[in-house]
């Protein structure tokens, strides 16, 4: 874009130039004495319009006002980055880059991460540092690098985190004696995640190099004031003091029921730093919520916001999303969840909201969607630090709404976006009070372009006037630098690489790689790379997780999926090691895995017990497909959706297998139309004949009832073509 071109966005100082009026290329007069709003008609010269209402903002650098805590964006609440880690570089690097380096993308400067906790919390799942109370490794996942990769990126950059999901022998100790699968979720209010906590913040210290900024309770599970005063004094005597402790980080109507227990409790105000909650772009909060918390001195943060739209609908909402929550609850940190969309397109919430959709790691292909520039309106023209200018905020007469940051030495950004608008209106800022009155750079997004530099906005006499155009977006900004980062070396898209095999052993060292083989995305549970049962040299993949989680959302069993959701006819097979009790098996034509609260999959799988027991089974969901569960947001999918047929599982053929105990068994799932074959070491066992399913990945699972997981090996995966088994 040449931004010297003539034709381009002109813009007058005040009501008081009286130079002559430029036209933009939209052809409606900006700015000027007449506050007027003109349309070049096509046949002669500018017919005149409607004047266009007046808004003013009153500017002054003197008002004072709350501190900003910054704007960005989740990563985790599922396992959001699973297929990002491994892009080739450098599209891996700019990826990262589009998210979080200053003036560049989106130029966030908040993030806050899952604590990963072995359970399902959306899409899938993430390893924990401490699978079991007495194990620790600081290298598994991913997480670990995103935080890195971005603090390197933005040093500045404010660092969040809780938990999701967590291991089940947090709170075990404390369950009374009843059994795994019996326990509430509730458990873990408990010393033991207390201490799961430092631990996790000790590891990104010592190992990583990193200091957290804050710390949740746990994301949209209750609450527990004994809790939050057993993490604060926690954080106070290991060290973390500096961290503060946000909560508690609910959703729907009774989300900030607690505060008032804070306003009678001089140790839970003293244990609890910020007042946080989610979705106040649905529920804002009450004017009593915001004068109590400011009467306690407190901020408060949205730590999960969702703006699930498309195209440009998508950045002009997350600037409407940042700005409500201000102006209407006092709101002085936002993330939206979520940031780089690193998942298969099969799994929910795969395009819908993240910035960059980055589900092919085996092409090195990416897209940036609109909603980046949405971002990038806020976190290219201000930093965590600065003011929200009293006086500089509110809602346009007409539709839309604008924010003020400011700087504290002269330098400021208003950030406005007219979504609502029906029509054109004026802007007018009055400027005073040492804030600077240098030329205003102006960048403006519409559904034709985004982040576009417009030619500069002067100021005279203190006043500088725009006309605003409906369903825009604007940033004015006295700061210089940004830019439209953009990379013009994306690879095209590839499907899926078939015939695929991995024998899981080149990993050379698994810990540069979280212990995560190439493309599988772990649904629930953790499926690593680990030594191999039989002595042999190398690595093989298992299911390590050894009692169920204390999961955010209803569980199944663990598995992992891989592959590409179009294919049909195929065959899936596995080596499998199964220790007394285990079972495993090989998953095909997966083509659901849950609507982001509970992951139970739609498709067929392959199962084998320790003991030779085979099953072949058709798995159709959750039980009920029509139950309400989740959220208010997943009840109304629930409630929207079509439902024909009964869900849970539907066992279409089992058989004994003579099987070796200590011993690797091939097991293979042949898909051919409508016929399904199951074979043990090569020999078919299991068959039968059902269409509920035509397409669908590929996976690996381990059981799992109430009280044990199943935690067998896994090596020589191949998915291929369907071949006759007498070859």
């Given at each position: 874009m040449n931004h010297g071109d003539p034709a381009s966005l002109q813009l007058h100082s005040s009501a008081h130039d009286l130079s002559p009026p430029l036209y933009s290329r939209r052809g409606y007069l900006l700015g000027g004495g007449a506050l007027a709003a003109y349309i070049i008609g096509p046949f002669s010269g500018a017919v005149a319009a409607t004047a266009a209402p007046l808004n003013v903002a009153k500017l002054n650098g003197s008002a004072g006002g709350k501190r900003f805590d910054g704007i960005g964006v989740v990563n985790g609440g599922g396992a959001t980055s699973v297929l990002l880690k491994d892009y080739p570089e450098p599209q891996r690097s700019q990826i990262m880059d589009l998210l979080y380096r200053p003036k560049f993308g989106a130029s966030v400067s908040a993030l806050l991460v899952e604590i990963p906790g072995d359970g399902n919390s959306t899409q899938g799942s993430m390893p924990s540092h401490m699978?079991?109370?007495?194990?620790?490794d600081y290298n598994r996942g991913y997480t670990w690098w995103v935080l890195k990769e971005a603090k390197k990126r933005n040093p500045k950059l404010s660092l969040d985190a809780t938990a999701w999901s967590a291991p089940g022998w947090i709170g075990a100790g404390e369950s009374n004696g009843r059994p795994t699968g019996q326990r509430n979720n509730s458990e873990f209010w408990s010393q033991d995640a207390v201490d799961y906590y430092i631990k996790w913040l000790e590891g990104l210290r010592s190992v990583h190099g990193l200091?957290?900024?804050?710390i949740g309770c746990r994301n949209?599970?209750?609450?527990?004031i004994s809790f939050a005063k057993a993490l604060k004094a926690a954080l106070n005597s290991r060290h973390f003091d500096k961290v503060k402790l946000h909560a508690f980080d609910n959703w729907g109507p009774d989300k900030l029921n607690f505060v008032p227990a804070m306003l009678k409790d001089k140790e839970l105000r003293d244990a609890i730093d910020v007042v946080s909650a989610h979705t106040f772009s649905e529920i804002p909060a009450s004017a009593a919520i915001v004068e109590a918390a400011r009467r306690m001195g407190k901020p408060i943060w949205n730590t999960e916001d969702h703006v699930y739209k498309k195209g440009f609908d998508c950045a002009i909402s997350i600037v409407n999303c940042f700005n409500r929550n201000f102006i209407e609850s006092g709101v002085t940190k936002i993330v939206n969840w979520y940031d780089i969309g690193g998942v298969y397109p099969l799994e929910p919430y795969s395009e819908d909201p993240p910035a960059v959709l980055a589900w092919e790691p085996?092409?090195?292909?990416?897209?940036?969607?609109?909603?980046?520039?949405?971002?990038?309106?806020?976190?290219?023209?201000?930093?965590?630090?600065w003011t929200y200018l009293d006086g500089g905020s509110g809602k346009l007469d007409k539709g839309g709404t604008y924010v003020t940051l400011a700087s504290g030495d002269g330098d400021f950004s208003v950030v406005?976006?007219?979504?609502?608008?029906?029509?054109?209106?004026?802007?007018?800022?009055?400027?005073?009070?040492g804030l600077s009155t240098a030329p205003l750079s102006v960048w403006r997004s519409d559904a034709t372009e985004q982040f576009v530099r417009q030619s500069d906005l002067n100021v005279k006499d203190g006043r500088a006037t725009l006309t605003l155009e409906p369903g825009t977006?604007?940033?004015?900004?006295?700061?210089?630098?940004?830019?439209?980062g953009e990379f013009d070396d994306i690879p095209s898209s590839k499907p899926f690489p078939f015939p695929y095999s991995d024998d899981f052993s080149s990993y050379t060292n698994p810990a540069e790689s979280g212990y995560l083989p190439r493309f599988t995305a772990d649904?629930?549970?953790?499926?690593?790379?680990?030594?191999?049962?039989?002595?042999?040299?190398?690595?093989?993949?298992?299911?390590?997780?050894?009692?169920?989680?204390?999961?955010?959302?209803?569980?199944?069993?663990?598995?992992?999926?891989?592959?590409?959701?179009?294919?049909?006819?195929?065959?899936?097979?596995?080596?499998?090691?199964?220790?007394?009790?285990?079972?495993?098996?090989?998953?095909?034509?997966?083509?659901?895995?849950?609507?982001?609260?509970?992951?139970?999959?739609?498709?067929?799988?392959?199962?084998?017990?320790?003991?030779?027991?085979?099953?072949?089974?058709?798995?159709?969901?959750?039980?009920?497909p029509k139950e309400l569960v989740g959220d208010a947001e997943q009840r109304k999918l629930i409630a929207a959706g079509k439902f024909e047929g009964e869900g849970g599982e539907l066992i279409l053929d089992k058989a004994k297998a003579p099987i070796r105990s200590n011993s690797w068994v091939r097991l293979t799932l042949r898909m051919e139309g409508k016929n399904l074959t199951g074979l043990v070491d090569g020999k078919s066992v299991l068959s039968a004949t059902n269409r509920l399913y035509s397409t669908g990945m590929a996976g690996l699972l381990a059981g799992?009832?109430?009280?044990r997981t199943s935690t067998p090996y896994f090596a020589g995966l191949r998915l291929e073509t369907t071949r006759d088994p007498a070859r």
């Open positions: 699978h079991t109370r007495d194990d620790l200091e957290l900024d804050a949209e599970k209750g609450s527990s085996w092409s090195g292909h990416y897209k940036v969607r609109e909603a980046i520039w949405g971002y990038a309106h806020y976190g290219q023209f201000s930093e965590v630090g406005l976006e007219t979504r609502e608008a029906k029509a054109r209106q004026i802007f007018r800022l009055e400027i005073a009070g977006i604007y940033t004015l900004s006295t700061t210089r630098g940004q830019r439209r649904i629930l549970g953790a499926f690593e790379l680990s030594k191999r049962p039989d002595g042999k040299p190398g690595t093989c993949l298992r299911q390590v997780v050894p009692t169920p989680t204390l999961s955010w959302a209803p569980e199944w069993q663990p598995y992992t999926i891989i592959g590409d959701s179009n294919w049909s006819d195929y065959e899936v097979s596995a080596d499998v090691w199964l220790q007394p009790g285990d079972t495993a098996g090989v998953m095909g034509r997966i083509n659901h895995v849950g609507t982001g609260y509970g992951s139970i999959p739609k498709g067929y799988y392959l199962e084998l017990h320790h003991t030779g027991e085979c099953r072949l089974i058709a798995i159709r969901g959750k039980k009920d799992q009832d109430d009280n």
